[in-house]
């Protein structure tokens, strides 16, 4: 049985600049795995990698045994990887609703017809759709703000809508960028209880995170990045008695990356 | 009273304006208010692409060009009926836009909007050269027919202005329909941000070129009603000021259909009503149009948020269970 994913030493290349070198590790199915490492590592553009949104010059990135290398981000959606941003990209002037719909659509099928003439298919399709998001919004604890534009929702807030929109595609790995990005202590608490629970639904979690506590505490595996180059990886226990480990964290551990 | 009923109002207000005008103006005003019909129609079709979608699209005329030309050379040479061209001349049209529209959809605001100018003086030049022999040059084609509908001939001004505002009025229809649907929101969403989008899981060239292949079929058979008003059709016509008024129309509007009908009054209709200006009309047209900017940078009535009744209920349904 190979691994739900596969990244198989990709390296990225920007200009000049060895973003990625060789990097490669594995997802196991209903695994919760981290990726870390300071600012400029090169998280971030493993994500766009295995998202679509970047092609690595070389190596593959395989799900499901399934090469999805230079695939577009809508279809590597639609084939189970759904993804939140690192600095927050929901559509800010539409209700927290929609936005959750935003990610149920690779799952609905009405097409220009039905929607032209309010079929009836594509009614019920709707009412479906609808219902699906609600429980979405139900799971991060948002139901009650459904109606609320989705620009106005409280920083912490915001970064739940992202997962919830995430999870309506029905994906089987997560991919989340850096979810407790900003958030308080009782924020913080709560998504590591949202994030167990989508493990619980059988979702495989991929994360990058920079609050070390929260990593250890529900990582099972952890992948370390610096300067584009995979310097350890293993259990959290291993990964932090890793003497190059400690070494690249010393002294760097803030600012922002960007998307 | 909320935002929303002051806009039903005002709407059904105006359709009901709509439907008896005809019977207290005189011929002129009636005409007018076809050519208000006419722009308000291909005003509805580029709001799906620029308002709904945000495709900076300014070529609008082109489309509209290529479906009066498919129904007066059906008409003249082959002597079809005018109703039986319609769908024939948005088919072109639709199919001019996916064969120029494919290759540059992927473009950014202003750089596409350049291209867009493009095709709409691609084609009018096209007519010019009389391309394939067909189009007559620039003198275009006369000797279209009227319209005929089971038995009845359309030939008065009033004949027309009901033809266009129904055509209108079943547009406002799908057009409301199609925002409220899973298609309709996947416009918003790119236009919104399109990288988000592409990231949810939405197709975003192909809905893109969906939004541009819907409009210029619409465009097309706007087109059709433009040939079999005026008989006689020339490249001239459809010109890039054609493109721009419609544009302006647009996004004076707000993006809102009620909008873009009021938007349409105000862009056609207020040149008229100060023709007793004279020389000086443009000059407070453009006035009209800065403090516009100015006052309502927005534009006049921007889309209010869709309304989920089914999620309504659900939503109190869920609140229940949770106190409990």
Same mark, same amino acid.
């Given at each position: 049985?190979?691994?739900?994913?596969?990244?198989?030493?990709?390296?990225?290349?920007? /200009?000049?600049?060895?973003?990625?070198?060789?990097?490669?590790?594995?997802?196991?199915?209903?695994?919760?795995?981290?990726?870390?490492?300071?600012?400029?590592?090169?998280?971030?553009?493993?994500?766009?990698?295995?998202?679509?949104?970047?092609?690595?010059?070389?190596?593959?990135?395989?799900?499901?045994?399934?090469?999805?290398? /230079?695939?577009?981000?809508?279809?590597?959606?639609?084939?189970?990887?759904?993804?939140?941003?690192?600095?927050?990209?929901?559509?800010?002037?539409?209700?927290?609703?929609?936005?959750?719909?935003?990610?149920?659509?690779?799952?609905?099928?009405?097409?220009?017809?039905?929607?032209?003439?309010?079929?009836?298919?594509?009614?019920?399709?709707?009412? =479906?759709?609808?219902?699906?998001?609600? !429980?979405?919004?139900?799971?991060?604890?948002? !139901?009650?703000?459904?109606?609320?534009?989705?620009?106005?929702?409280?920083?912490?807030?915001?970064?739940?809508?992202?997962?919830?929109?995430?999870?309506?595609?029905?994906?089987?790995?997560?991919?989340?960028? =850096?979810?407790? /990005?900003?958030?308080?202590?009782?924020?913080?608490?709560?998504?590591?209880?949202?994030?167990?629970?989508?493990?619980?639904?059988?979702?495989?979690?991929?994360?990058?995170?920079?609050?070390?506590?929260?990593?250890?505490?529900?990582?099972?595996?952890?992948?370390?990045? !610096?300067?584009?180059?995979?310097?350890?990886?293993?259990?959290?226990?291993?990964?932090?008695?890793?003497?190059?480990?400690?070494?690249?964290?010393?002294?760097?551990?803030?600012?922002?990356? =960007?998307? | 009273?909320?935002? +929303?009923?002051?806009?039903?109002?005002?709407?059904?207000?105006?359709?009901?304006?709509?439907?008896?005008?005809?019977?207290?103006?005189?011929?002129?005003?009636?005409?007018?208010?076809?050519?208000?019909?006419?722009?308000?129609?291909?005003?509805?079709?580029?709001?799906?692409?620029?308002?709904?979608?945000?495709?900076?699209?300014?070529?609008?005329?082109?489309?509209?060009?290529?479906?009066?030309?498919?129904?007066?050379?059906?008409?003249?040479?082959?002597?079809?009926?005018?109703?039986?061209?319609?769908?024939?001349?948005?088919?072109?049209?639709?199919?001019?836009?996916?064969?120029?529209?494919?290759?540059?959809?992927?473009?950014?605001?202003?750089?596409?909007?350049?291209?867009?100018?493009?095709?709409?003086?691609?084609?009018?030049?096209?007519?010019?050269?009389?391309?394939?022999?067909?189009?007559?040059?620039?003198?275009?084609?006369?000797?279209?027919?009227?319209?005929?509908?089971?038995?009845?001939?359309?030939?008065?001004?009033?004949?027309?202005?009901?033809?266009?505002?129904?055509?209108?009025?079943?547009?406002?229809?799908?057009?409301?329909?199609?925002?409220?649907?899973?298609?309709?929101?996947?416009?918003?969403?790119?236009?919104?941000?399109?990288?988000?989008?592409?990231?949810?899981?939405?197709?975003?060239?192909?809905?893109?070129?969906?939004?541009?292949?819907?409009?210029?079929?619409?465009?097309?058979?706007?087109?059709?009603?433009?040939?079999?008003?005026?008989?006689?059709?020339?490249?001239?016509?459809?010109?890039?000021?054609?493109?721009?008024?419609?544009?302006?129309?647009?996004?004076?509007?707000?993006?809102?259909?009620?909008?873009?009908?009021?938007?349409?009054?105000?862009?056609?209709?207020?040149?008229?009503?100060?023709?007793?200006?004279?020389?000086?009309?443009?000059?407070?047209?453009?006035?009209?149009?800065?403090?516009?900017?100015?006052? +309502?940078?927005?534009?006049?009535?921007?889309?209010?948020?869709?309304?989920?009744?089914?999620?309504?209920?659900?939503?109190?349904?869920?609140?229940?269970?949770?106190?409990?």
């Amino acid at each position: 049985m190979s691994s739900l994913l596969e990244v198989a030493s990709i390296t990225k290349i920007f /200009g000049g600049l060895v973003a990625l070198n060789e990097v490669g590790f594995t997802v196991e199915k209903g695994s919760i795995v981290g990726l870390i490492g300071p600012n400029g590592a090169g998280k971030t553009t493993v994500f766009n990698c295995i998202t679509g949104n970047y092609v690595p010059e070389r190596g593959d990135i395989l799900f499901r045994g399934q090469s999805i290398k /230079g695939k577009k981000p809508h279809t590597v959606v639609e084939m189970g990887i759904a993804r939140t941003f690192q600095s927050i990209r929901l559509f800010g002037k539409l209700s927290v609703l929609e936005n959750v719909l935003a990610g149920r659509h690779c799952r609905l099928k009405s097409g220009l017809f039905s929607s032209l003439f309010h079929t009836p298919a594509q009614r019920r399709e709707e009412e =479906e759709a609808i219902e699906r998001c609600l !429980e979405e919004l139900k799971f991060v604890g948002l !139901e009650s703000h459904w109606e609320d534009e989705a620009g106005a929702l409280a920083y912490g807030s915001q970064r739940l809508l992202e997962v919830a929109r995430a999870l309506a595609t029905d994906p089987e790995l997560i991919i989340l960028d =850096e979810p407790a /990005g900003g958030m308080n202590d009782q924020e913080t608490a709560s998504l590591v209880d949202v994030i167990a629970a989508i493990r619980a639904r059988g979702i495989t979690v991929l994360l990058i995170e920079h609050d070390m506590r929260l990593v250890m505490r529900i990582c099972e595996k952890l992948v370390v990045l !610096e300067h584009g180059n995979l310097i350890a990886q293993g259990d959290p226990a291993t990964v932090r008695s890793n003497p190059d480990v400690i070494e690249a964290y010393l002294g760097t551990d803030d600012g922002d990356e =960007e998307y | 009273m909320n935002t +929303r009923k002051v806009r039903f109002i005002t709407g059904l207000a105006l359709g009901i304006v709509l439907a008896v005008l005809p019977f207290f103006v005189n011929n002129y005003w009636t005409d007018v208010c076809v050519s208000i019909g006419l722009y308000a129609l291909l005003a509805l079709s580029l709001n799906v692409i620029l308002g709904q979608a945000g495709i900076f699209h300014m070529g609008h005329a082109a489309f509209y060009a290529v479906g009066a030309y498919t129904t007066a050379i059906l008409n003249t040479m082959f002597q079809w009926p005018i109703f039986w061209t319609m769908p024939l001349a948005g088919l072109a049209a639709g199919l001019v836009a996916l064969v120029v529209a494919r290759p540059i959809i992927h473009l950014r605001g202003d750089y596409l909007l350049i291209v867009t100018i493009g095709i709409v003086e691609i084609v009018r030049i096209a007519l010019v050269n009389d391309i394939f022999g067909i189009t007559g040059g620039s003198n275009g084609i006369f000797g279209i027919s009227r319209p005929q509908a089971f038995g009845f001939r359309i030939v008065k001004s009033i004949h027309f202005y009901y033809l266009v505002w129904g055509m209108c009025g079943i547009s406002l229809l799908l057009f409301h329909f199609l925002w409220n649907s899973r298609f309709g929101r996947a416009l918003n969403y790119i236009k919104h941000d399109d990288i988000a989008a592409e990231g949810c899981g939405v197709d975003v060239s192909h809905y893109k070129l969906m939004a541009f292949v819907l409009g210029a079929f619409w465009a097309g058979m706007a087109g059709t009603l433009y040939s079999a008003k005026m008989l006689t059709i020339a490249p001239a016509s459809f010109n890039f000021m054609e493109s721009v008024i419609i544009f302006a129309v647009v996004i004076l509007s707000g993006g809102s259909q009620l909008g873009v009908l009021v938007s349409a009054f105000l862009f056609i209709g207020l040149p008229e009503v100060m023709r007793g200006l004279t020389e000086s009309r443009m000059l407070f047209f453009g006035l009209a149009m800065m403090l516009m900017m100015v006052w +309502r940078p927005q534009g006049i009535l921007p889309p209010l948020p869709r309304v989920y009744k089914k999620a309504l209920a659900r939503a109190q349904a869920l609140a229940r269970e949770k106190s409990e």
